[in-house]
């Protein structure tokens, strides 16, 4: 069963952010995407798990990964003409590490975060 997201009016949508970059790490895998809230759906990802990244990465999984996968994805918004995210952390994600390379390579390709 599909559950259609709620009806707001359009004022309140002015000031939601309507694409949220989300990110999961487990131990041998990264993966980021962007959500448009509105509509439930996703505008954009990138994975470690992906062929054509994994040849030209040593480890699928530290920080040199993350940087990667910041790179790429921001470079998927830029061609979708998303010019701007905001960042959804998890309780217990803070901003380090591999979640501070995925947003700083993201800053560095172009995307504005909010």
Known sequence: MVIPPPVRPPRIMQ????????????NKYLSA????????????????????????MESTR??????????????RLLFKDIPAVAVHLKREQKYH????????SLREAGIKLL
């Open 15 to 26: 000031y939601l952010k309507p694409y949220v970059l989300k990110m999961h790490f487990t």
């Open 97 to 104: 590490g591999k979640v501070k390379a995925v947003i700083d």
């Open 62 to 75: 530290d920080v040199a990964a993350a940087a990667k996968i910041g790179k790429l994805l921001g470079e």
């Open 33 to 56: 995407q962007v959500v448009h809230i509105p509509t439930a759906t996703v505008a954009s990802a990138a994975s470690s798990q992906e062929k054509a990244l994994r040849s030209c």
